[in-house]
């Protein structure tokens, strides 16, 4: 059967492997162990992503240039500490689309957000509040509730929602711009989860971004499920600040670094308050030792310590990675495989299970979450045992990621033939 551009049995997805041009990133990565005497379908790298082959040699790396060479490491090794995090820094830019100057690896998201929301969150008597949207990741909510009681202000009234309609779960941006029309006075920031963790929809940066800046709304951005798996042009787009975790798309690791962006435009804004240490001091005179603070320009103004090393090897590993596949090819690769899987879905006419995600490519990432209702957690106890990868959200939705960096069109077809055999 044939259905648009697939052929919808096994050997459309053997077709569709082969004529993959991103099919040789797959050999890059290390898979869990096999279940059942068959390699695992892994669908869960929006949660943690794997672990690349050359991440160990990079770690080596710097355990064997503390060994041998100690604290002249810093500028005697291969990869110098000093400005270990510099190496990370174009690769960086090109995936978020940004330039040198924007971005930083530093910290981890929650910490960034809260070095961004010091900074961009200034809020008067008057325009004060936060948007962001219902259902964000609690550590958003966590942040922004935090930093409007810092200011004095009760959450309660300083948190607007954008909201879904009534039974629906997907926003609709003319119900932002409603929002932005009649409270856009009293309004300070917006900060958005793109995309949004447990429905998958993504928003559309550059508009909410020209929406928020006819107030005189900063604009944040939560990229944890955004970096890795969109194509982003956060400074053409305008984006105020942005900030995103590298455990998930970016393959780094467990509790991985994160990333930073703060737009060219407030680069050299140093009337802006911030959180200080000595990292985001000039580097050319911070060993100087002076008493007062002088912020480089850009994201790296906002460091705070001397970076951790062996977390930034495995970043480099992947970001290699991602260079050598580059970030465009990786979109179009991705838009095709979750079409795929989706139109799989919809011919296997599944009754009571309903895809929450947008249907339309440009307002999804790769993911989709299914609401398999009150059967979610068996089905994917089945799916596990199985050895199907995938997680659960409350309430009732099972979120699946194929990622284009190593996830085949194949997993994809044997994934919903094991939904087929558990589902109703
Ligand atoms: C995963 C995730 C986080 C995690 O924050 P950490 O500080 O890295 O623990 C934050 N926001 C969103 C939207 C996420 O999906």
């Given at each position: 059967?044939?259905?648009?551009?697939?052929?919808?049995?096994?050997?459309?997805?053997?077709?569709?492997?082969?004529?993959?041009?991103?099919?040789?990133?797959?050999?890059?990565?290390?898979?869990?162990?096999?279940?059942?005497?068959?390699?695992?379908?892994?669908?869960?790298?929006?949660?943690?992503?794997?672990?690349?082959?050359?991440?160990?040699?990079?770690?080596?790396?710097?355990?064997?240039?503390?060994?041998?060479?100690?604290?002249?490491?810093?500028?005697?090794?291969?990869?110098?500490?000093?400005?270990?995090?510099?190496?990370?820094?174009?690769?960086?830019?090109?995936?978020?689309?940004?330039?040198?100057?924007?971005?930083?690896?530093?910290?981890?998201?929650?910490?960034?957000?809260?070095?961004?929301?010091?900074?961009?969150?200034?809020?008067?008597?008057?325009?004060?509040?936060?948007?962001?949207?219902?259902?964000?990741?609690?550590?958003?909510?966590?942040?922004?509730?935090?930093?409007?009681?810092?200011?004095?202000?009760?959450?309660?009234?300083?948190?607007?929602?954008?909201?879904?309609?009534?039974?629906?779960?997907?926003?609709?941006?003319?119900?932002?711009?409603?929002?932005?029309?009649?409270?856009?006075?009293?309004?300070?920031?917006?900060?958005?989860?793109?995309?949004?963790?447990?429905?998958?929809?993504?928003?559309?940066?550059?508009?909410?971004?020209?929406?928020?800046?006819?107030?005189?709304?900063?604009?944040?951005?939560?990229?944890?499920?955004?970096?890795?798996?969109?194509?982003?042009?956060?400074?053409?787009?305008?984006?105020?600040?942005?900030?995103?975790?590298?455990?998930?798309?970016?393959?780094?690791?467990?509790?991985?670094?994160?990333?930073?962006?703060?737009?060219?435009?407030?680069?050299?804004?140093?009337?802006?308050?911030?959180?200080?240490?000595w990292w985001g001091h000039d580097k050319k005179d911070r060993f100087l030792m002076e008493p007062v603070f002088r912020p480089m320009a850009g994201a790296e103004g906002w460091q705070l310590?001397?970076?951790?090393?062996?977390?930034?090897?495995?970043?480099?590993?992947?970001?290699?990675?991602?260079?050598?596949?580059?970030?465009?090819?990786?979109?179009?690769?991705?838009?095709?495989?979750?079409?795929?899987?989706?139109?799989?879905?919809?011919?296997?006419?599944?009754?009571?299970?309903?895809?929450?995600?947008?249907?339309?490519?440009?307002?999804?990432?790769?993911?989709?979450?299914?609401?398999?209702?009150?059967?979610?957690?068996?089905?994917?106890?089945?799916?596990?045992?199985?050895?199907?990868?995938?997680?659960?959200?409350?309430?009732?939705?099972?979120?699946?990621?194929?990622?284009?960096?190593?996830?085949?069109?194949?997993?994809?077809?044997?994934?919903?033939?094991?939904?087929?055999?558990?589902?109703?």
């Open positions: 059967m044939k259905e648009g551009l697939f052929e919808l049995g096994a050997k459309g997805a053997i077709e569709l492997d082969e004529s993959d041009p991103l099919k040789k990133f797959r050999l890059e990565f290390l898979f869990p162990n096999p279940k059942n005497g068959k390699s695992v379908l892994y669908f869960v790298g929006n949660s943690l992503g794997l672990q690349p082959k050359k991440a160990r040699a990079y770690v080596e790396e710097v355990l064997s240039d503390w060994e041998t060479l100690a604290v002249q490491g810093h500028t005697s090794a291969k990869y110098p500490w000093y400005p270990y995090h510099e190496f990370l820094t174009e690769s960086t830019a090109r995936l978020v689309g940004a330039k040198p100057i924007e971005v930083v690896v530093m910290n981890t998201l929650t910490v960034n957000l809260h070095l961004m929301l010091t900074s961009f969150y200034r809020p008067t008597k008057k325009k004060f509040k936060i948007v962001i949207e219902s259902g964000a990741f609690p550590s958003d909510q966590y942040a922004v509730a935090s930093h409007a009681k810092l200011h004095g202000f009760d959450p309660k009234t300083a948190i607007l929602e954008w909201r879904p309609r009534t039974d629906e779960r997907i926003l609709n941006l003319e119900d932002l711009e409603e929002l932005i029309q009649s409270e856009g006075d009293s309004i300070a920031l917006i900060l958005l989860g793109n995309v949004n963790y447990l429905t998958g929809q993504a928003f559309p940066l550059k508009e909410i971004a020209t929406l928020a800046h006819t107030k005189e709304i900063v604009f944040g951005v939560d990229l944890a499920h955004g970096a890795g798996n969109l194509e982003l042009h956060l400074h053409d787009d305008g984006v105020d600040f942005a900030v995103w975790c590298s455990y998930k798309y970016l393959n780094a690791g467990p509790g991985a670094l994160g990333g930073c962006f703060i737009h060219e435009k407030h680069a050299e804004d140093f009337s802006r308050p911030r959180l200080e240490g310590s001397n970076p951790p090393i062996l977390p930034m090897a495995t970043l480099r590993a992947s970001m290699e990675i991602f260079d050598a596949a580059g970030m465009h090819s990786l979109r179009k690769k991705s838009v095709l495989l979750t079409q795929y899987f989706e139109i799989l879905l919809k011919a296997a006419e599944f009754k009571k299970v309903k895809i929450i995600t947008p249907p339309k490519a440009e307002d999804r990432g790769c993911s989709l979450s299914l609401d398999f209702g009150s059967s979610a957690k068996t089905i994917m106890t089945k799916l596990s045992e199985e050895g199907v990868f995938c997680d659960y959200r409350e309430p009732g939705i099972l979120r699946f990621a194929p990622v284009p960096l190593y996830n085949k069109f194949q997993d994809v077809f044997e994934l919903c033939e094991i939904l087929k055999k558990h589902v109703e």
